[in-house]
């Protein structure tokens, strides 16, 4: 003889979540105040992130090292200066515009081989 367990058969009832438990009207004032903490929460650690840029921002370099950036810039400007002054010393224009080139016959006669050939085809 067989024996059948009238718990294994057919579904389960489902387990209701314990919130579900809450009349409607207590959920929604949890979930309010929950959004309410959250946002207690964001806007405090934005806060005092906007401060700590604040104060960074309106830290004033000191003396030397505003010094110490003139310095650089009035050095950059002089380097550059020179610069200028060497590439134009060193460069030489052409004093006449050249359009012939000089080759070879040997070459000249590779050349007019080469543009028949490519005539041709």
Same mark, same amino acid.
């Given at each position: 003889m067989v024996s059948i367990d009238n718990n294994s058969l057919g579904p389960?009832? %489902? @387990?209701?979540?314990? !919130? %579900?438990? !809450?009349?409607?009207?207590?959920? @929604? @004032? !949890?979930?309010?105040f929950t959004i309410f903490i959250i946002m207690v929460i964001i806007i405090g650690l934005?806060?005092?992130s906007f401060a700590s840029k604040l104060n960074r921002l309106t830290d004033k370099p000191t003396d030397d090292s505003w010094q110490g950036i003139k310095q650089n810039f009035s050095n950059l400007l002089k380097n550059t200066g020179e610069n200028f002054k060497a590439v134009k010393e060193n460069f030489n224009p052409p004093s006449e515009p050249t359009t012939t080139i000089n080759l070879a016959p040997e070459e000249l006669e590779k050349l007019k081989q080469k543009l028949l050939e490519k005539s041709e085809n």
């Open positions: 389960k009832p %489902e @387990k209701k979540p314990a !919130i %579900e438990n !809450i009349p409607e009207a207590t959920r @929604k @004032k !949890i979930l309010a934005w806060l005092n």
